[in-house]
């Protein structure tokens, strides 16, 4: 299967299909760029030989995807565009097409409902200030190598499947606050949710109902994320 998408209008959602995917049907079922175009190999070429060895394209459809814009005109109506390029391609080729269609935050109150009905303590936050003042808010706390990850290889050296996240977590960190950046916000908000609790809430600025960004930027620091190390050895990744 070939994923097509947008990065900067659903690339965590196609990571995280990817990972869905290869689970259910092995490894080396599916076809993503980021996962499967080596440093320096001709991007247009390799797409087209993915696209005609694969059996179906899932083409990942999130908010931005159609109006999405370069040069002061939509990307879908320059011939060059590759999210274009792949749909036509495979379109021309006959093979299956799959539409996938990401709801945007307006459907959030509507997912929030459903997961709340299957997994108890589901809470729906509405974000406070901007991501930046969030990211800068708690990016000491990794700076200081208190956030932990699990480790991505297996003992061969290969990316396990279910670990790629990781991965993309971590580069999305050090582009932050470049997009996407949907994972380093949830983070940060989970994080700034726990300060919440009455002992550290209190520490950190925070009242009952809302959080005081200023106060907190300045108890803490006011990096982003600055220091982020690459991944070495052993069972965790430490980001400090």
Sequence with gaps: MFISYRRDDS?????????????????????????????GADFGVVIEQALQQVQAVLVVIGPGWLEAAADGRRRLDQADDFV?????????????VVPILVEDK??????????????????????????EARG????PL??????????????????????????EWIDEFERFP????????????????????PTEGEQLGATDEHLDFENISDSLGDGVFNNL?????GEEVFLD
């Design 11 to 39: 690339a965590g959602f196609a990571g995280r299909l990817t990972d869905a995917l290869e689970r259910r049907f092995g490894a080396d079922s599916v076809f993503r760029d980021v996962d499967d175009i080596a440093a």
């Design 84 to 96: 274009r390029r792949e749909v036509e391609s495979a379109l021309a080729s006959g093979k299956p």
């Design 106 to 131: 307006a459907n959030g109150p509507a997912v929030v409902s459903v997961m709340a009905a299957k997994i108890p303590g589901v809470i729906a936050v509405s974000p406070e200030g901007s991501k």
């Design 136 to 139: 800068s808010a708690v990016s």
């Design 142 to 167: 990794v700076e200081s190598g208190n956030v932990h990850l699990p480790y991505p290889y297996d003992n061969a050296g290969n990316v396990r499947p279910e670990r790629r996240w990781v991965l």
């Design 178 to 197: 470049a997009e996407p950046n949907d994972r380093v916000d949830s983070f940060s908000q989970g994080v700034l949710r726990l300060m919440l609790q």
């Design 229 to 233: 190390p690459g991944i070495g050895g």
